[in-house]
């Protein structure tokens, strides 16, 4: 097939070569007879030479045309095909991009639904050991409100127990750490001395009962002497009767007897208005300016409200809110250190009993098994 772009080659359009006629050969010089017919001959054998030449030059040239045109017929042939193998391929793209476009669309809906999935499994695919993983938080959690409650290690003790044969019995390597954590929550919270809390309250009522005997700061206590207690005595002179005045002494006169009389009751007077003078005036240290400054009716309310406080202790103390009460005794312990005589033994008293209190509520802290909850938190992150 040829190529429409290539002009066709025509074989007609090259004129054959003319053999060239003996007439158009140069003339040649005459020769001498003696040559005789050799130029002819000459001649004619260069004329077939010629012939000869110019016929195969030209069968050659037929030979190339013929060349020619066939390697256009392929060459037109070729373009052809590979045209059509080019929209051949093109469609070929095409397709394979539309059906790149669809595997694609395919592809992020399977991976959408792969993540989907794998969100799936992850919410339903629970395991034996992360169910008992949670329900051993669970179970310690409920043991440490009922402790708390309750006053009493022994539920929370239980159910650490109780969580430590559950893990043996599991055997998982993996919960080996929660195991050991176990066991040093118990031995820590055996170990842990807890007061009781009932005889707390009952000491509490104790205090209550003697806070009405305690003496006040600006309270007037009797006047108290080095000497015995000198008693009262009436400034009135007895009268002499004439029998006594006629009597006679026996080892002292009556002068003797009156000076004597004079002595004892000069004594006994000075030192009673002695007592009676020092119970007027007090000198004393206050730091609490207003303490002494306290009306009668504001001691009642004082006492009262006292009372109050430590009530509130006692209810707080029965209900296991240990932070409570102490904040309750630490306010009753000021008012009794600023309102009260510190002096007093009754006082001082009342006071050790509130510190002893105090401390004892904070040794009463109940221990936690933090150990064990954060071993199970490790345990349940990790699966």
Same mark, same amino acid.
């Given at each position: ?12 359009? #090259? ?34 030479? !010629?012939?000869?030449?110019? /016929? ?6 037929? *030979? ?8 256009s017929?392929d060459?037109?042939?070729?373009v ?6 080019? !929209?051949?391929?093109?469609s ?7 059906? @790149?476009g669809? /595997?694609?669309?395919? %592809? ?6 792969r ?7 992850? $919410? #339903?695919?629970? $395991?034996?050991?992360?169910? @008992? ?22 539920p ?10 559950? +893990? ?13 954590? +176990?066991a ?13 809390l ?22 007037? !206590?009797?006047?108290q ?7 009262? #005595?009436? #400034?009135?002179?007895?009268?002499? $009767?004439?029998?006594? &005045? *006629? ?37 004393h ?8 400054? @306290? ?18 202790a ?5 209900a296991?809110?240990?932070?409570? *009460? ?14 009260f005589?510190? &002096? ?10 509130l510190?002893?209190l ?14 064990? %909850?954060? !071993?199970?938190? *490790? ?5």
């Open positions: 097939m040829a190529d429409p772009d290539l002009p066709p080659i025509s074989t007609a359009s #090259v004129p054959p070569v003319p053999p060239v006629p003996p007439a158009a050969l140069p003339a040649q010089p005459a020769l001498p007879p003696s040559s005789g017919g050799l130029l002819p001959k000459l001649a004619l054998g260069l004329a077939l030479l !010629a012939a000869g030449a110019s /016929a195969t030059l030209w069968l050659q040239l037929q *030979a190339v045309r013929k060349e020619l045109a066939r390697r017929s060459t037109g042939t070729l052809t095909e590979a045209r059509e193998q080019s !929209a051949r391929a093109e070929l793209v095409q397709d394979l991009q539309v059906r @790149l669809v /595997a694609e669309v395919r %592809l992020s809906e399977v991976s959408l639904q993540s989907q999935l794998d969100e799936l499994m992850l $919410t #339903v695919s629970r $395991t034996r050991d992360d169910s @008992l993983v949670q329900d051993l938080e669970s179970t310690l959690r409920l043991a440490q409100q009922q402790a708390q409650l309750t006053g009493s290690v022994q929370l003790i239980s159910a650490l127990q109780s969580a430590d044969q559950r +893990i043996a019995r599991a055997a998982q390597p993996r919960l080996n750490p929660v195991q050991r954590a +176990i040093r929550d118990i031995e820590r919270i055996q170990a842990a001395a807890l007061v009781d009932p005889a707390l309250a009952g000491r509490l009522d104790e205090l209550i009962g003697q806070l009405d005997e305690l003496p006040l700061l600006n309270a007037v !206590a009797p006047a002497s080095n000497g015995p207690e000198v008693p009262a #005595v009436a #400034v009135k002179a007895e009268p002499v $009767t004439p029998a006594q &005045q *006629a009597a006679p002494a026996a080892g002292a006169s009556a002068w003797q007897r009156l000076q004597s009389w004079w002595f004892d009751w000069s004594a006994r007077a000075w030192a009673n208005l002695s007592a009676r003078g020092s119970e007027l005036v007090r000198v240290r206050v730091d609490q300016p207003e303490a002494m400054l @306290l009306a009668p009716d504001q001691e009642f309310f004082l006492r009262e409200n006292t009372k109050l406080k430590l009530l509130n006692r209810l707080a103390l029965l296991r809110q240990l932070g409570t *009460a102490s904040a309750d005794l630490r306010a009753v312990e000021a008012t009794l250190q600023r309102y005589d510190g &002096q007093a033994k009754p006082t001082q008293l009342a006071l050790e009993t510190q002893g105090q401390r004892d509520l904070r040794l009463n802290q109940l221990p936690d098994p933090d150990d064990a %909850l954060a !071993a199970l938190a *490790a345990a349940a992150g990790g699966r």
